[in-house]
């Protein structure tokens, strides 16, 4: 048995054929809906009918900040109470579709269960030195560094870059701004500075995908670990926190053996700048030939024959 978190702000059609796919009785559904720009939830509403699906709105989470770790862990404790039959918790974003049948996604992630395996991609980094890195904004000003459509993104004056490499993303400290989704990204102050090397002076820093597939052995042992609470209060003011929480956590604690790189994800990162490639028809030799559970990005308004084609594959 699985439980589902889908973190979602917008294409809420897509979000419902989503849930077409994966449904069943025997799982349980999280769907953690964004709700700061008040989107149109119409498409999933019937799927609150049903007792294994719950839906929560939230306000604005500001992309970069601590907002979707907040969400992803409080959907894992959420969904400890909800029911007590699961195995696996999967995080998955509304953009994503998969791969494989349900049937198929429930055999592959039980091979794990006798020995409460995790799937997380987490790779362990050396820690960096503020001095070593490009200062991004050079100016006097706040200067705005990026847009993701629900989120702006703000640097500070004398702030270094906080994707100039994946390491320094403790090196720099975040604000959110409630309600507006705006996060202030600031080079980090030498008091709070001098706590996070203590602190990463005694426990590696990891980082991987916000995308996984967690035993539910580890999350019980996780809710009831003050490492963990520690760990967020060290990490909620770094950079994009999501992708590190989880896999400093499970490296650091008594699941660190219990781990497979294994993920499950098939996601495409063509040229230069690393970013995410939302599929198209164009990919779909890449996405037939492969056996990962998951893939992303899917956007229905940017090429729908390619959501439809990969849908029959999985059905």
Known sequence: MIAYHILCHNNFPQVARLMEALYSPEDVFLIDI??????NTTAIERFGA?????????????????????????AAFFLLDADKRW??????????????????????????????????????????????HEVFNKTQKIVQWGDRGHTKIFGNPGTIHPKDATAVRWLVDVTEVGEKGEVYVGTCDPLLLRRRQEFFSKYD?????????LHRAMLEHMRNDPFAY?????????????????????KNSAFREKTSNDYGRLILRPGPVPRVKVFEMSDWEDIDASNELFGRKFDINHDAEIVNKVLARAA
């Open 230 to 250: 520690e760990l967020f209060d060290v990490l909620r003011t770094t950079f994009i926190p999501d992708e590190s929480y989880f896999q400093t956590y499970i």
């Open 87 to 132: 195995d696996y918790f999967v995080n998955l974003s509304g953009q994503d579709l998969p791969l494989q049948s349900p049937d198929a996604i429930k055999e592959r992630l039980a091979k794990g269960l006798e020995d409460q395996i995790s799937y997380i991609r987490a790779c362990k980094l050396p820690p960096e030195k503020i001095e070593d």
């Open 50 to 74: 049903h007792d294994n699906v719950h839906i929560l709105r939230d306000k604005n989470i500001g992309w970069g900040g601590a907002g979707t770790l907040r969400k992803s862990i409080n």
């Open 34 to 39: 964004d709700d700061g720009n008040k989107p």
């Open 205 to 213: 820093f990891a980082v991987g995908a916000n995308w996984f597939n």
